[in-house]
């Protein structure tokens, strides 16, 4: 059993920075890959971004690359998304998740989930 809490919850302005994190918790020696998405009103849940837990290899969606930076920190058990010049379609709940086999852009490719974290971009 693995325990994700997501934090880093904001309203902020088009044009802004926000960093999200997630902390892991419970048997974490068996995630391969951590990964963020996001759901947006009405919207099915997306794939943001991704990174393997042991060698750092990072994966991103084509709307956020080049804005969004994922990066994790085995010590620490947690894992980080750094988002820059933030827009409004950008605003979703945001949700870490776990992965137990390779990397994947689909959320059943995850097995456990945080509750997820409030993002919102205003314009």
């Known amino acids: 059993q693995v325990q994700l809490v997501e934090s880093g919850e904001g309203l902020v302005q088009a044009g802004a920075s926000l960093r999200l994190s997630c902390a892991a918790s419970?048997?974490?020696?068996?995630?391969?890959?951590l990964g963020w998405f996001r759901q947006a009103p009405g919207r099915e849940r997306e794939f943001v971004a991704a990174?393997?837990?042991?060698?750092?290899?990072?994966y991103y969606a084509n709307s956020v690359k080049g804005r969004f930076t994922i990066s994790r920190d085995n010590a620490k058990n947690t894992v980080s998304l750094q988002m820059n010049s933030l827009k409004p379609e950008d605003t979703a709940v945001y949700y870490c998740?776990?992965?137990?086999?390779?990397?994947?852009?689909?959320?059943?490719?995850?097995?456990?989930w945080g509750q997820g974290t409030q993002v919102t971009v205003s314009s």
């Open positions: 998740a776990a992965g137990l086999v390779g990397v994947s852009t689909m959320a059943s490719g995850y097995y456990y």
């Open positions: 419970g048997r974490t020696s068996s995630t391969i890959t």
């Open positions: 990174i393997t837990w042991r060698g750092g290899n990072t």
